[in-house]
């Protein structure tokens, strides 16, 4: 199913340029998909703003507020007008992960990419 049709349409949202799309510490009911546009997640520390990745057309986040039920461990706005997302509420997740595994898997990599990630910066920055 290509994600134009009717019933992609109805999970679409539009953000314009610096329009924030969820914060840090709120709790999150979606995860997106980026069709268009790009998305920068970011925390916010006494010396200001952290970038924490730009992510691009075919990208994925917020799936981690869907996961663990846990408030959101970053913010997210969009760095282009007429940045389109695919939003997946908690439903569409479990159904997507219970009759699609490779759905999970897909997920699952992309974490353990992240955390890998994550551990190298850290680990760079001692």
């Given at each position: 199913m290509a994600f134009d049709s009717v019933r992609f349409k109805r999970l679409m949202k539009t953000y314009g340029k610096s329009e924030v799309i969820f914060e840090e510490g709120s709790f999150g009911s979606e995860m997106y998909v980026l069709r268009s546009g790009r998305v920068k997640i970011y925390r916010t520390s006494t010396e200001g703003e952290i970038?924490?990745?730009v992510f691009k057309p075919g990208e994925f986040f917020g799936e981690m507020a869907l996961v663990d039920n846990a408030p959101r461990s970053a913010s997210a706005c969009a760095l282009e007008d007429d940045t389109r997302l695919?939003?997946?509420d908690k439903d569409k997740f479990l159904f997507l992960v219970s009759h699609q595994p490779t759905f999970a898997l897909?997920?699952?990599?992309?974490?353990?990419?992240?955390?890998?990630?994550l551990s190298e910066s850290v680990s760079q920055a001692d």
């Amino acid at each position: 199913m290509a994600f134009d049709s009717v019933r992609f349409k109805r999970l679409m949202k539009t953000y314009g340029k610096s329009e924030v799309i969820f914060e840090e510490g709120s709790f999150g009911s979606e995860m997106y998909v980026l069709r268009s546009g790009r998305v920068k997640i970011y925390r916010t520390s006494t010396e200001g703003e952290i970038e924490l990745g730009v992510f691009k057309p075919g990208e994925f986040f917020g799936e981690m507020a869907l996961v663990d039920n846990a408030p959101r461990s970053a913010s997210a706005c969009a760095l282009e007008d007429d940045t389109r997302l695919v939003a997946l509420d908690k439903d569409k997740f479990l159904f997507l992960v219970s009759h699609q595994p490779t759905f999970a898997l897909v997920i699952m990599h992309v974490l353990c990419q992240r955390i890998r990630s994550l551990s190298e910066s850290v680990s760079q920055a001692d």
